[in-house]
């Protein structure tokens, strides 16, 4: 099982960016999929996760109406298309991958995004 975030940049407040999740060794619509990020001194917050169990989207408060998060199954690929970022939106953003039965999933390494001018 492997999983790689990408994306991660410098962006200036008020910018947009979309981070990648590719996934190998499952089959991507047997999970739920969520994007999580943790900022230095911080506990790790969901920021958004897309059901494969009745396909409905939920955001966390923090990015809740500038994030969107989508997934393309044939392209084994998880989408979290952010506008509006702010300086406190840096954080090292984490795809993650669960179901019912594995709730803590698999997780992969991370990639940072920095919101500054």
């Known amino acids: 099982v492997q999983i790689v975030e990408s994306g991660g940049a410098l962006v200036q407040p008020g910018g947009s960016l979309r981070l990648s999740c590719t996934v190998s060794?499952?089959?991507?619509?047997?999970?739920?999929m969520a994007w999580y990020r943790q900022a230095p001194g911080k506990e790790r917050e969901m920021v958004a996760v897309s059901s494969s169990i009745d396909g409905r989207t939920t955001y966390g408060d923090s990015m809740k109406g500038r994030a969107a998060i989508s997934r393309d199954n044939d392209k084994r690929t998880v989408y979290l298309e952010m506008n509006s970022l702010k300086p406190e939106d840096t954080a090292v953003y984490y795809c993650?991958?669960?179901?019912?039965?594995?709730?803590?999933?698999?997780w992969g390494q991370g990639t940072q995004v920095n919101v500054s001018s």
């Open positions: 060794g499952f089959a991507l619509s047997s999970r739920t």
């Open positions: 993650n991958a669960a179901t019912v039965d594995d709730p803590w999933g698999y």
